[in-house]
């Protein structure tokens, strides 16, 4: 399958809001300001599995991960940052970066269904994507 063939998951799609494209992965924003989350889904179809990218896109990808990491690290200082690429309920290809606090609305447990998102305004959406955007780029290297 082709890049062209490439379709974002309606789940994924219904609770993101899309922040930029490096290489290989788009970079979304989880619309719940409980949690600074990231998930990052590669561009290409019927990836289930991140061994479906093959030894090129596994170092790719990782290497992204540890950028957008460090990004995230850097606007959402942490106690523990959460990584992970579940893909029980969505089963797409996608990566989960979670900056997380000690005490924060889900802690210690994992953020995935827990409580109820808290939707960002359409101010402090724009302010957090234009952040993420700057950083991301300026890290290109």
Not at 46 to 68: F, T, Y
Not at 98 to 118: F, I, K, L, Q
Not at 121 to 127: F, H, L
Request: proline share 4%.
């Amino acid at each position: 399958m082709t890049r062209a063939d490439f379709v974002l998951d309606p789940r994924l799609r219904a609770d993101t809001v899309f922040v930029v494209a490096l290489t290989l992965c788009d970079i979304l924003l989880m619309n719940d300001t409980r949690f600074a989350w990231l998930v990052m889904v590669p561009r290409r179809a019927g990836l289930v599995e991140v061994s479906d990218l093959g030894s090129d896109g596994q170092a790719l990808l990782w290497h992204e991960v540890q950028r957008v990491a460090s990004v995230l690290r850097e606007i959402a200082p942490c106690d523990k940052l959460n990584i992970g690429a579940l893909g029980n309920i969505v089963r797409q290809l996608h990566v989960h970066v979670v900056a997380r606090c000690e005490g924060d609305a889900a802690w210690p447990g994992p953020v995935w269904g827990s409580g109820t998102a808290t939707p960002y305004s359409v101010e402090a959406m724009a302010e957090r994507i234009e952040l993420l955007r700057a950083r991301l780029l300026l890290n290109a290297g």
